[in-house]
């Protein structure tokens, strides 16, 4: 999987967590969930051990990491399960949620948790998360008391960052010298600074100042608009870029 295109990421919907992921895995009906989702139990680690162990199309993904999980022995006799790992704990928050398929039936339940370093009631919150999602039994008829697998769990590992995904990656902004950073606030703010002109939608390689007049009066250019005007040129040639490129 480490050959897949840059994008492609592994981003199921709930309803897919459970209703095809959790749901194959607890009636064994495909042998190759694990090579996607690694069975791990996860409450005997800690979270940032959980990435080099995560499934093949979950590596390199460092937004959020899928697993399934294993009951524990305590909690198939009807005891609390054990969320107490190495450095910390895992505590649930709020109340758990339904997981609804497409035509709005339930077919599973999901609860929220928090990861604390230390030890309760001391710990300290940290920025790891988990949903934890358990299967109903597939109601073989409409006035079946709908009942949760206990079997295997399906856990979402993630981190409460702010920004899930960072799609904008321009550089810091350098007004000291002609960088990259600097001529692009150059262009955003091109409304408001006359001396980058205006750019003709004709032709996005020719910049129009409005300093210069029919009378041969040009004025000096600055190595930032030199750039400008080299990136528009860039941009111009965008059309024979995509006619190039072979899409079937």
């Not at 929220?112 to 299967?135: C, H, I």
Request: charged residues 25%.
């Amino acid at each position: 999987m480490s050959n897949l295109p840059p994008g492609y990421r592994f981003y199921p919907t709930e309803e897919e967590l459970v209703g095809f992921y959790l749901r194959n895995k607890l009636e064994n009906r495909r042998d190759d969930l694990d090579h996607v989702i690694a069975v791990v139990n996860i409450f005997s680690l800690d979270p940032w051990q959980l990435p080099s162990i995560s499934g093949e199309l979950c590596v390199g993904d460092n937004e959020q990491r899928f697993f399934f999980s294993p009951m524990q022995e305590k909690e198939a006799h009807g005891g609390r399960p054990n969320r107490i790992t190495p450095s910390g704990y895992w505590k649930a928050t709020g109340s758990p949620g339904s997981v609804f398929s497409s035509n709005n039936q339930v077919i599973g339940l999901k609860k929220t948790m928090v990861f604390y370093e230390g030890r309760a009631p001391t710990g300290k919150k940290t920025k790891w998360k988990l949903n934890e999602y358990r299967a109903l039994e597939e109601a073989s008829s409409s006035n079946a008391v709908p009942r949760l697998r206990h079997e295997y769990s399906l856990c979402r590992v993630y981190t409460k960052s702010g920004s899930p995904r960072s799609f904008d990656r321009r550089p810091t902004v350098n007004t000291t010298s002609g960088t990259t950073s600097d001529i692009d606030l150059r262009i955003r703010e091109g409304a408001s600074n006359s001396n980058l002109g205006v750019i003709s939608h004709e032709n996005p390689s020719k910049v129009e100042s409005p300093d210069n007049s029919s009378s041969g009066n040009h004025a000096s250019h600055s190595p930032a608009e030199d750039c400008v005007n080299d990136d528009w040129k860039k941009i111009g040639n965008l059309d024979i870029l995509w006619d190039s490129m072979d899409w079937d």
